[in-house]
């Protein structure tokens, strides 16, 4: 880069360089943290731990507005069980479990008697003349038909058998599950009143959080002009004591000089420990002031800070006269609106309450198996099937429960009502005391900027007149004590026109 190039960036950087410092510099100031009202109040609102309570109080309510529209939608559902019964289920009493593996015997022993009787009563000549005619020798016949009996039994004993073994349930260990799904119909106007309180609970949510913010606000004001107030203090008992110590030179020259009696030297040296004890006590108070300022805005207590407002020669000047207006506190306060929404709450709750007394209806369905399974005789396996249905649950008697459950809700009902009525006449109170201290803020700053002229010229008087010895050392001093108390009033009245300006934004609801 050639010289010509190296001198422009030099002359962008020097020009630049103020712009940098002057943006920085507000931050360090001689080691020190320079805040003004609206870094207090942001840096309040980041550190507020209750201000972090009201954002989790505030996804809690909307995370349930989110639960209370699922009630609308189907909901499903998975159950399984298992259960173990000492005695299984039996179709079969025990005399028909011993006769059935027997049936054949029984048959064939039936038969065979039957025969008996038959061939007893005829000659055994004539029955085998009978099947020679026939070609049937009667002795094979005998023995075959032994066979064929016996065989046609040991079937019947493993029929008999068979249908023993096959209702034998062994119930002892079942197995059972199922999905089902269920759609809500109409539950009596409960879903929809409960997603209603769950707007409403995330509205009130809303408004405690804007209470909150609002409350800390007001909060950070009153610390940041109070730690004001004590450092114009501060230079004013300062002021004070080089004011009395001056004048207790000048009493100890003239003492020396014969013209001051030591009575008024001693006067005056009073007067002096007086003013510095006044000065230690603002001095200490002022760094109480500060660490609670801190406190309040998330920094370490012992940091070093200072105000904005603490080198303003005024702190505040006379506003406008205000004007009452309740329509916008009625409006805006979150106080309000969260009593409200608890009146909503209510009525939404004596709704969900009544729906006791209404039918339900709901559609259900689902898939359901079980072992052992019943869908083709007893099997000791898993077989489902598919079911639809419609649930319907009407209230009939409930000995007046769901009554005076309502009745008590509407009780609870009418005492919110109440308290809103009372919140409401208590903020038009102080919005009207507020606005009235506004009012007579402004008039005693007003008078406190009279008199600070009228001490000024006192004490400029009294100081002639105490140089040329026609005044005494004891009308200088008081003299001075009223200006002190002149200054000190002009003090208060200024920070009172800006707490009553704060009170009035907060009791409206506009503090921003």
């Known amino acids: 880069m050639n010289r010509k190039g190296l001198r422009t960036v030099a002359g962008r950087v020097k020009w630049f360089l103020p712009f ?16 003004t009202l609206d870094s207090c109040r942001q840096m309040a609102l980041r550190n507020n731990k209750q201000m972090g309570v009201a954002k989790v109080k505030q996804d809690v309510a909307e995370n349930l507005r989110k639960s209370a529209r699922t009630k609308y ?56 003349m009978m099947l020679g005619k026939l070609g049937i020798n009667l002795e094979d016949l005998k023995s075959k038909g032994d066979a064929e009996m016996q065989k046609i039994g040991g079937q019947l004993n493993g029929l008999g058998q068979g249908l023993v073994d096959a209702l034998d349930t062994d119930t002892r260990h079942l197995f059972a599950g199922s999905v089902m799904v269920v759609q809500p119909v109409f539950m009596g106007g409960s879903i929809i009143a409960l997603n209603k309180m769950a707007d409403i609970n995330e509205e009130m949510q ?28 501060q230079r004013l008992a300062q002021s004070f004591l080089d004011l009395v110590k001056k004048l207790d030179a000048d009493v100890k020259k003239m003492i020396e000089e014969g013209v001051a009696t030591r009575s008024d030297g001693l006067s005056v040296g009073v ?23 801190c406190q309040t805005i998330g920094l ?53 309450l009544k729906a006791g007394n209404l039918p339900m209806v709901a559609l259900t369905g689902g898939y359901a198996v079980t072992n052992p399974s019943l869908l083709n005789g007893f099997e000791r396996k898993f077989q489902g099937f598919w079911n639809v249905g419609v649930l319907v649950r009407i209230p009939i008697w409930n000995w007046g429960d769901v009554m005076y459950k309502v009745r008590a809700s509407k009780g609870a009902t009418s005492i919110a009502n109440l308290e809103l009525q009372e919140a409401r006449e208590k903020i038009e109170l102080q919005v009207n005391q507020n606005t009235f201290r506004v009012n007579e803020a402004n008039k005693r ?16 008087t009294a100081n002639l007149g105490f140089q040329e010895g026609v005044i005494s050392a004891t009308t200088v001093m008081e003299a001075q004590t009223a200006w002190l108390q002149a200054q000190s009033q002009k003090i208060d009245a200024e920070i009172d026109v800006r707490l009553s300006q704060v009170d009035l934004q907060k009791s409206l609801g506009t503090l921003e």
Do not use: C
């Not at 189907?74 to 011993?98: M, W």
């Open 300 to 352: 370490p207590i012992n940091e070093a800070v200072t105000l904005a407002d603490e080198d303003n020669e005024n702190i505040a000047v006379v506003a406008l006269t205000p004007e009452l207006d309740v329509e916008t506190a009625m409006a805006n306060r979150p106080e309000l609106k969260m009593l409200e929404g608890g009146v909503k709450l209510s009525k939404q709750l004596t709704n969900v």
């Open 445 to 460: 700053l007003t008078m406190a900027q009279t008199n600070i002229a009228r001490a000024d010229e006192n004490l400029r």
């Open 271 to 293: 007067k002096v420990n007086e003013a510095e004890m006044t000065l230690q006590k603002v001095n200490d108070g002022l760094v109480l002031s500060k660490m609670l300022l």
């Open 206 to 233: 809303d408004n405690s959080a804007e209470a909150r913010r609002q409350a800390t606000l007001y909060n950070t004001d009153r610390v940041y002009w109070q730690v004001v107030s004590l450092k114009h203090k």
């Open 20 to 35: 940098y410092l002057f943006t920085f510099l507000p931050f360090t100031v001689g080691a020190q943290r320079l805040l």
């Open 73 to 128: 939608l189907p909901h499903v559902s998975a159950i399984g069980t298992y259960q173990y019964t000492s005695r299984e289920i039996s179709l079969l009493n025990d005399h028909q479990k011993q006769v059935l593996p027997h049936l054949g015997d029984a048959a064939v022993g039936g038969i065979q008697a039957d025969l008996a009787q038959i061939t007893g009563r005829l000659p055994m000549e004539n029955v085998g």
